[in-house]
């Protein structure tokens, strides 16, 4: 069960892409994740998601396990 608290980006791709050597690939793949569920990206743009933010509030990183599970 993961912590319910703000996640950097890099460490949420972390958590769903271990075995990706490159943080950048991983990065890649939570986007196109996210981008792959449209009822997400919805509930994102709720919370005042700002793409450009380099983490996920406690709030979004509860919507992101909800609609993409726990990694």
């Known amino acids: ?11 949420l791709a972390r958590l ?6 490159n943080i950048k690939s991983a990065l890649k793949n939570l986007r196109q ?3 792959n ?3 997400l990206v919805e509930a994102l743009q709720r ?3 700002n793409i450009n933010r380099h983490s996920y509030s406690a709030e979004q990183v509860r919507l992101i396990l909800k609609y993409l599970c726990e990694p």
Request: with cysteine; net charge positive; charged share 45%.
């Open 16 to 21: 769903y892409w271990p075995k990706t050597k």
């Open 47 to 49: 919370t005042h998601w």
């Open 33 to 35: 994740d996210i981008k």
């Open 1 to 11: 069960m993961m912590e319910e608290r703000r996640y950097s980006k890099r460490e």
């Open 37 to 39: 569920c449209p009822e």
